[in-house]
């Protein structure tokens, strides 16, 4: 991963280029993701991100000509990467940041990458969840406040509803609490198909600079519960 800084007027964005392929002096291809030192959670990369976005490259052949919806996106690292490999990429974050969403406009035309960009809140239902039917519902890092935890399950599960057969990929650190984790799967008729220590798969180039116990997780809806 390389960035370059840049520094505004009143706060201090940076640019960091993040490569995918098999050889990493030749990538396949590379995204530019903006990232704000001074902002708020929503304008930086996590080692989540890097992780999920990773797994859609290894994953390319699923991601290609599918439906991708990427949850409380921020920076938007695993939706560019699955818009990058064909998919159609729809990237939300909570309709209240506005300049997380401005920030995600500027990444795809950084990046010439078609997607669409949409204010959504979990937990509320309004036109901006009713139209979306993905094959893919991406979200990394997305279980940190416990607070929020049922509001997202809740949208997940409309998700994946209103698309049958279709996934949602999580990374997230073990200090989320992977027990409540699978509490709200039972709550919520869902179940894991899926878990993976997220360093399992990452090329020892990038987990060299990453840290923490994350986890990679799979969730579909468990037909039998319904």
């Known amino acids: ?5 840049d520094q505004g007027t009143s706060d201090m964005k940076t640019i960091s280029r993040h490569s995918y392929g098999d ?6 291809f590379t995204i530019s993701i903006i990232e704000n030192m001074k902002e708020e959670y929503g304008l930086f990369v996590w080692p989540c991100s890097i992780i999920l976005a990773e797994y859609v490259w290894q994953q390319r052949s699923r991601f290609s000509g599918a439906t991708v919806v990427e949850l409380g996106a921020g920076t938007s690292l695993p939706g560019l990467v699955a818009a990058k ?22 990444e795809c035309i950084l990046n010439r990458l078609d997607c669409k960009v949409v204010g959504m809140t979990w937990g509320v239902w309004d036109e901006s969840i009713f139209s979306l039917c993905p094959n893919f519902i991406l979200g990394a890092d997305v279980l940190y406040d416990a607070s929020a935890f049922d509001d997202l399950f809740a949208t ?5 509803q209103n698309s049958p057969g ?5 990374t997230y650190h073990s200090r989320s609490g992977h027990h409540l984790i699978e509490f709200l799967m039972v ?7 899926k878990l993976l220590d997220g360093f399992s798969f990452l090329p ?23």
């Open 187 to 193: 709550k919520w008729g869902l179940k894991c198909v």
């Open 166 to 170: 279709s996934f949602f990929i999580t």
């Open 23 to 28: 050889d990493p002096d030749k990538p396949n």
């Open 1 to 5: 991963m390389e960035s370059d800084s």
């Open 204 to 226: 020892s180039y990038k987990a060299s600079s990453l840290t923490g116990n994350i986890q990679l997780v799979e969730i579909v809806l468990n037909q039998e519960s319904t």
């Open 85 to 106: 490999v064909g998919a159609d990429v729809t990237l939300t974050d909570q309709s209240d940041k506005l300049q997380v969403l401005e920030n995600m406009k500027r």
């Open 156 to 160: 997940v599960t409309y998700l994946l």
